[in-house]
């Protein structure tokens, strides 16, 4: 494939073109596609003329589809969130999450296109859970893989209703999605490698401890993802692409922008329970 792939960092995320997304992806291409996002666990294609049906399209050949629980979807394709902004700083995406992680199964990956942007901001961020891990002590790391934690929607879903934001009924979304425990340290199916999974939209405690204990530890886990070393920021342009492995990573969308903002977001169905094994 003749492809020219820019790692940005030398711990997460790469640049890759000499790629058109919108055309069908050939079985080469789609397995090129899933050994780069072991590697880098974000990929970034700029200048892609996609429209909402191909990016779907695209995202199939990872999976099926997850439609969000209560975010909006296009009017003909409610499986493309539609990222429709102003005022950033009350919709919740500037905080260090991954995606749904209240799900049994968590989406696996997401597919996000910038439509329209700001004259200035409204970057991005991906964090390496794995490096985050791989930074601990060892005697806090076999300590963090003997517990659970809960992850719970009612955060983001209460910000979403409160904002109007929802397109469903609070207790009628919360009762069909219940709160799940998943391990504190994970094992990446493909690679063997393990990564933190909590997060600060959907971590609500940690199962084996006081609410005291839970509390303090999850505040010095959800600032431990913060480290610029296991990071990477990409700077939009209209027509730019991200896909990225939902999975061993979080992302903070930067609140620092006044001027309207679009992006689209198909999110492939987690085909994995997270788990230590």
Not at 35 to 59: N, Y
Not at 120 to 138: E, H, I, K, N, Q
Not at 155 to 165: D, F, N, S, T
Not at 220 to 249: H, M, Y
Request: hydrophobic share 40%; with cysteine; glycine share 6%.
């Amino acid at each position: 494939m003749n492809w020219k792939v820019r790692p940005l960092t030398a711990t997460i995320g790469a640049e890759v073109a000499g790629v058109a997304l919108g055309a069908p992806q050939s079985d080469d291409a789609v397995a090129e596609l899933r050994r780069l996002l072991r590697d880098h666990h974000v990929l970034f294609f700029r200048d892609q003329a996609l429209t909402p049906a191909q990016q779907v399209a695209l995202a199939r050949r990872f999976g099926e589809i997850d439609v969000h629980a209560f975010g909006p979807g296009l009017p003909e394709l409610p499986e493309v969130m539609c990222l429709d902004q102003t005022e950033p700083e009350r919709d919740g995406a500037n905080r260090w999450h991954t995606d749904s992680t209240f799900l049994e199964r968590p989406p696996l990956a997401g597919v996000l296109r910038a439509v329209k942007l700001p004259s200035v901001g409204s970057d991005t961020c991906w964090a390496s859970m794995p490096a985050a891990y791989d930074r601990l002590s060892s005697m806090l790391q076999r300590t963090l893989e003997e517990l659970t934690a809960t992850h719970d929607i009612i955060g983001p879903l209460k910000r979403a209703v409160e904002r109007g934001q929802s397109i469903g009924d609070l207790d009628e979304i919360r009762a069909s999605r219940p709160p799940r425990s998943h391990p504190v340290v994970c094992r990446h199916p493909e690679t063997g490698r393990k990564f933190l999974y909590v997060n600060s939209n959907y971590t609500t405690r940690i199962d084996q401890l006081s609410e005291v204990e839970s509390e303090a530890l999850l505040h010095f886990l959800f600032g431990w993802v913060q480290t610029p070393e296991i990071q990477v920021r990409f700077r939009w342009e209209e027509g730019s692409v991200a896909i990225w492995d939902n999975r061993c990573t979080q992302h903070f969308a930067v609140a620092d922008y006044r001027e309207r903002r679009i992006m689209h977001r198909v999110s492939v169905a987690g085909d994995w329970v997270p788990s230590s094994a």
